[in-house]
């Protein structure tokens, strides 16, 4: 079966950090581009952070950068996005995603064919 399971969201106070995990299954993960997008009540899915096939480039919205660090293990076809510093405002449901093949627009939702079911992070002041 072709899925993503994202785990590792939870409670956590302004300033901590947190884990989160993308398990990949039923598809050459390698192969694949991948991005992470989150998503508050109201509001659009918002682009996170993507990284390459390889894992050698990696890319992060203004808002994340120098705070997350997305990363991948190809050998266990895990996703994760490290994220440290947290504020009040990084409280949503995180997605990870798969690229379509071929694709580079990683900042665009339309572009990701395949989505887990969410994992929620809260953050409290």
């Known amino acids: 079966q072709v899925q993503l399971v994202e785990s590792g969201g939870g409670l956590v106070q302004a300033g901590d950090s947190l884990r989160l995990s993308c398990a990949a299954s039923?598809?050459?993960?390698?192969?694949?581009?991948m991005g992470w997008f989150r998503q508050t009540p109201g509001k659009a899915r918002e682009f996170v952070s993507a990284?390459?096939?390889?894992?050698?480039?990696?890319y992060y919205s203004d808002s994340v950068k120098g705070r997350f660090t997305v990363y991948r293990d190809n050998a266990k076809n895990t996703l994760y996005l490290q994220m440290s510093s947290l504020t009040p405002d990084d409280t949503a449901i995180y997605y990870c995603?798969?690229?379509?093949?071929?694709?580079?627009?990683?900042?665009?939702?339309?572009?990701?064919?395949?989505w887990g079911q969410g994992t929620q992070v809260t953050v409290s002041s």
């Open positions: 990284i390459s096939w390889s894992g050698s480039n990696t």
């Open positions: 995603g798969r690229l379509q093949y071929g694709r580079t627009w990683y900042e665009r939702e339309r572009e990701y064919d395949l």
């Open positions: 039923g598809y050459s993960f390698d192969e694949f581009a």
